[in-house]
């Protein structure tokens, strides 16, 4: 029997950005579409614009709902009627606008069953503000729409790194008060169980980064590793997580320590994507765990700099789609043994102290 086709979805981002162009790159490679059905959550003029631009041979085909998309095509899901302005390279809040149009009609979808992993063209996180977008980014909007109460996580992520974050989009001068032991051991619990469950390590060992430089060197440069995350690495090894650390991240990074690991939780945003992006070159993806969609997208921005030149990469992007099929898979492939647990046997206690026959109780299995 054929295994069915994932289906992806994939919202176009920014339109003045190398959100069209990446896609259209990745689906000129026939072979794609026998690994996925493709859906863009976008705009056919917009999309044609770009084609044309760029003078690239991509062909697409227009639907009206994500139930109308065929295997063996790259769809395209109108989300809008509205005439868009393309500018090139150029910020706008149209170009806004119609970043945030796509990617809302994709999470109406994901929550009627419509596709089964998301992936995301890069959006202009200032254009995209409006009433119906006060989020940093992609994660915080995505977890609040689907997220269903759960906390998400961001991972940077290729073959060899897997590094996530504590704090995310978030002022510099805001970390320190951000860095709890709290915090710290909620993040490394997804960290964890996503290890386990979305990449199938079985036992995953994490090392936690130190917020001050050189690990506070004893309190004298800072004294958070002493009171904050040493007392939550503790914690965390009392629960069976292994977490190890804190390290410094200059010589972590520096002597080659993160491949002796499966995950590296660092404090902030640039501590960990900074060395993340230097050693994952074009590779890079970036997945957002701890939700019930998989989401993953590349780990660039819009690039408006060279928006419109033809010469953005699209190796990361079609990176985050091998990523996100094979993390649905490994889901399915984590959850089905759960699905259907044997009873567990029980005697029963007799008045007279002697054991009764076996007794059958259903227990609910624990991830």
């Not at 003029?45 to 062909?59: G, M």
């Not at 970043?99 to 992936?119: C, I, N, P, Q, S």
């Given at each position: 029997?054929?295994?069915?086709?994932i289906?992806?979805?994939?919202?176009?981002?920014?339109?003045?950005?190398?959100g069209?162009?990446?896609?259209?790159?990745?689906?000129a490679?026939?072979?794609?579409?026998?690994?996925c059905?493709?859906?863009?959550?976008?705009?056919?003029?917009?999309a044609?614009?770009?084609?044309?631009?760029?003078?690239?041979?991509?062909?697409?085909?227009?639907?009206?709902?994500?139930?109308?998309?065929q295997?063996?095509?790259?769809?395209?899901?109108?989300?809008?009627?509205?005439?868009?302005?393309v500018?090139?390279g150029?910020?706008?809040?149209?170009?806004?606008?119609?970043?945030?149009?796509?990617?809302?009609?994709?999470?109406?979808?994901?929550?009627?069953?419509l596709?089964?992993?998301?992936?995301?063209?890069?959006?202009?996180?200032?254009?995209?503000?409006?009433?119906?977008?006060?989020?940093?980014?992609?994660?915080?909007?995505?977890?609040?729409?689907?997220?269903?109460?759960?906390?998400?996580?961001?991972?940077?992520?290729?073959?060899?790194?897997?590094?996530?974050?504590?704090?995310?989009?978030?002022?510099?001068?805001d970390?320190?008060a951000?860095?709890t032991?709290?915090?710290?051991?909620?993040?490394?619990?997804?960290?964890?169980?996503?290890?386990?469950?979305?990449?199938?390590?079985?036992?995953?060992r994490?090392?936690?980064l130190?917020?001050?430089?050189h690990?506070?060197?004893g309190?004298?440069?800072?004294?958070?590793?002493?009171?904050?995350?040493?007392?939550?690495?503790?914690?965390?090894a009392?629960?069976?997580?292994?977490?190890?650390?804190?390290y410094?991240?200059?010589?972590?990074?520096?002597?080659?320590?993160?491949?002796?690991?499966?995950?590296?939780?660092?404090?902030?945003?640039?501590?960990?994507?900074?060395?993340?992006?230097?050693?994952?070159?074009?590779?890079?993806?970036?997945f957002?765990?701890?939700?019930?969609?998989v989401?993953?997208?590349?780990?660039?921005?819009?690039?408006?700099?060279?928006?419109?030149?033809?010469?953005?990469?699209e190796q990361?992007?079609?990176?985050?789609?091998?990523?996100?099929?094979?993390?649905?898979?490994?889901?399915?492939?984590?959850?089905?043994?759960?699905?259907?647990?044997l009873?567990k046997?029980?005697?029963?206690?007799?008045?007279?102290?002697?054991k009764a026959?076996?007794?059958?109780?259903?227990?609910?299995p624990k991830?």
């Amino acid at each position: 029997m054929e295994e069915r086709k994932i289906r992806v979805a994939i919202t176009h981002g920014d339109t003045n950005g190398i959100g069209y162009e990446v896609i259209l790159k990745t689906f000129a490679n026939p072979t794609m579409l026998e690994l996925c059905t493709p859906i863009i959550y976008g705009s056919p003029k917009v999309a044609a614009y770009h084609r044309k631009a760029l003078d690239l041979p991509t062909n697409f085909s227009i639907i009206e709902q994500a139930q109308d998309a065929q295997d063996g095509r790259l769809n395209l899901l109108a989300t809008f009627e509205d005439e868009v302005k393309v500018e090139m390279g150029q910020p706008s809040k149209e170009a806004g606008e119609a970043a945030l149009k796509a990617l809302d009609r994709a999470m109406t979808d994901f929550r009627a069953g419509l596709y089964d992993v998301l992936v995301t063209a890069p959006i202009n996180k200032n254009t995209i503000q409006s009433d119906l977008f006060h989020f940093h980014g992609h994660t915080e909007y995505i977890e609040q729409s689907v997220g269903d109460g759960q906390k998400a996580l961001m991972i940077l992520m290729n073959d060899t790194l897997r590094v996530a974050l504590v704090t995310t989009h978030l002022p510099i001068k805001d970390v320190a008060a951000a860095i709890t032991k709290e915090a710290i051991m909620e993040k490394a619990r997804i960290f964890h169980q996503s290890l386990k469950r979305d990449l199938r390590i079985s036992n995953p060992r994490i090392a936690v980064l130190a917020l001050n430089p050189h690990a506070g060197d004893g309190g004298v440069l800072g004294t958070e590793e002493q009171t904050v995350i040493q007392p939550a690495i503790e914690e965390l090894a009392k629960e069976g997580v292994q977490a190890f650390g804190p390290y410094a991240a200059d010589g972590f990074f520096g002597s080659g320590a993160y491949s002796r690991f499966d995950g590296v939780l660092a404090m902030y945003h640039d501590q960990g994507l900074a060395p993340f992006k230097t050693l994952a070159l074009e590779n890079g993806v970036n997945f957002t765990a701890g939700l019930p969609i998989v989401r993953t997208s590349p780990d660039h921005g819009t690039a408006f700099d060279i928006a419109g030149k033809g010469v953005a990469d699209e190796q990361s992007f079609r990176q985050a789609i091998y990523a996100a099929i094979d993390i649905w898979r490994n889901r399915q492939q984590y959850d089905e043994p759960l699905a259907n647990p044997l009873p567990k046997l029980y005697h029963e206690k007799r008045e007279d102290g002697e054991k009764a026959r076996f007794t059958v109780k259903k227990e609910q299995p624990k991830s």
